[in-house]
């Protein structure tokens, strides 16, 4: 988990796995706030006290919602990276396109972490580390692949990419229009075409020096 604060987690029982992974779909299906700790006990076929000796509090289970998922996203990003191709700018574009398809599968209600925020704005909150870690670790992410990309401004073009990345995230979860992110990663080629044509003859990376 990138971030500066360290993030307490929990040993996973079977018991504690079911109150999880019950968890996960009633927060994002209802949010954090809206769903009571009777509710996730029932849902997860465990007692009220079952679920507080595994996770304490409801706050830690929030914590674990949120970092279980920022784990699954991040798997699923690694496999379509080393699929994607060699390129700098390829595998950029895959990051919009994997956005793209977990958006489809797992977050028709926008990004978890933008949702938990939104209820969750307290630096306090045990939860807060991981919503803003995950965030910072998108961000080092395209970082890292324009600095392979560009020489100039990369870090510039990285905080450009990320606005567009969590923009077409928030207008996916409202519904505002068809595809955002199809069409956020339409935006990003262009950014990164128009970038890499200005970098001069002995500015340009190649593919043998990206790899």
């Known amino acids: 988990m990138s971030g500066t604060e360290e993030v307490r987690r929990i040993v996973m029982t079977p018991a504690a796995r079911r109150v999880l992974e019950a968890a996960e779909r009633l927060f994002y299906e209802r949010g954090i706030h809206a769903v009571g ?9 465990v007692t009220k006290k079952t679920l507080y000796d595994r996770f304490g509090s409801k706050d830690q ?7 279980y998922r920022d784990e699954r996203w991040r798997d699923f ?6 699929a994607a191709g060699t390129t700098p700018r390829d595998r950029i574009l895959c990051v919009f ?4 398809a977990w958006a489809q599968e797992h ?3 926008g990004c978890s972490m933008v949702n938990a925020h939104a209820e969750i704005s307290s630096s306090s909150h045990p939860a807060h580390p991981v919503i803003a870690g995950q965030k ?6 395209f970082a890292d692949l324009t600095s392979k990309a560009v020489t100039t401004d990369s870090e510039q073009l990285a905080r450009t990419l990320m606005l567009l990345h969590e923009g077409a995230l928030v207008a996916h979860g409202l519904a505002i229009f068809p595809d955002p992110i199809g069409h956020a990663r339409d935006q990003a080629r262009i950014l ?7 970098e001069t003859p002995g500015e340009r990376r190649t593919d043998d020096s990206s790899a």
């Open 37 to 45: 700790v009777d509710l996730i006990a029932a849902e997860a076929g």
């Open 61 to 67: 289970l929030v914590v674990e919602y949120l970092a």
């Open 77 to 82: 990003l690694a496999t379509r990276l080393e």
């Open 97 to 100: 396109e994997s956005s793209r």
């Open 107 to 109: 977050s028709s209600k």
């Open 136 to 141: 910072q670790w998108m961000l080092h992410l």
């Open 192 to 198: 990164l075409d128009v970038a890499m044509r200005e």
